[in-house]
C-alpha cells in the first residue's frame, strides 16, 4: 500500500478522524477546535496534513507559512513555517510516519520551526532540528526548535 501525505479536507469526516486523536488524552495536540474554528469560515485552502492507512487517519500535522516580516528566528529573515501538532495514534507509532510528515514539511524549502511536546526531543533531533538561542520575550516560556534550510541560520536579536 503507498502511503503519502495528504492535505486533509476540512469537513465532518475529518473532524470524526480527529476525534480518535484527542480520545488518547493529548489535549495541546488537539486540531479540533482549529477545524471547528476553519470549517465556520468554511476555509478551504486547510492547513492540515496527514497520512491515512487504509480508510483510517493516523497521523496528522498542521502546517503555517509565516510571513518574513514576523520572522524572529532565522537569518536572513524570510517566509518560514511553523508545524504544529504532530502526532501519530499509538498503534502506528515507530513505523516512520511522523518522519513522512516532516519530510513532507521539508521539501516545500523554507525554514521550519516548531514546539516540541515533553518527550519528543529526540525525534526532532534525530530529523534534524535544533535548539534556538533562548530569548525570553520572543520564546514566552515555549522551547522552539528549528530547521534551517541550505544558506539560512540562526537570527541573532540584540
Known amino acids: 500500500m503507498a502511503l503519502k501525505v495528504e492535505r486533509l479536507k476540512i469537513n465532518y469526516k475529518t473532524l470524526e478522524e480527529f476525534k480518535k486523536f484527542k480520545e488518547y488524552g493529548i489535549q495541546e495536540l488537539s486540531m479540533l477546535e482549529d477545524l471547528q474554528a476553519n470549517i465556520i469560515e468554511n476555509d478551504s485552502n486547510s ?3 496527514g497520512i491515512y492507512f487504509g480508510n483510517t487517519l493516523v497521523a496528522r500535522m498542521s502546517l503555517y507559512q ?9 537569518a536572513p529573515p524570510q517566509n518560514y513555517l511553523e508545524l504544529w501538532k504532530l502526532e501519530v495514534l499509538p498503534n502506528y507509532r515507530n513505523k516512520g510516519y511522523g518522519k513522512m510528515l516532516v519530510e513532507f514539511a521539508k521539501n516545500y524549502k523554507l525554514p521550519i520551526k516548531t514546539n516540541p511536546r ?11 532540528f535544533n535548539t534556538v538561542t533562548y530569548e525570553m520575550e520572543r520564546d514566552l516560556g515555549e522551547n522552539p526548535l ?4 541550505e544558506g539560512v541560520g540562526e537570527q541573532k536579536i540584540s
Request: charged share 25%; hydrophobic share 35%; aromatic share 34%.
Open 146 to 149: 528549528v530547521w534551517y534550510p
Open 118 to 128: 515533553v518527550k519528543s526531543q529526540g525525534f526532532w533531533e534525530k530529523m534534524g
Open 47 to 49: 492547513p492540515f496534513y
Open 66 to 74: 509565516r510571513d518574513a516580516r514576523f520572522d524572529q528566528y532565522f
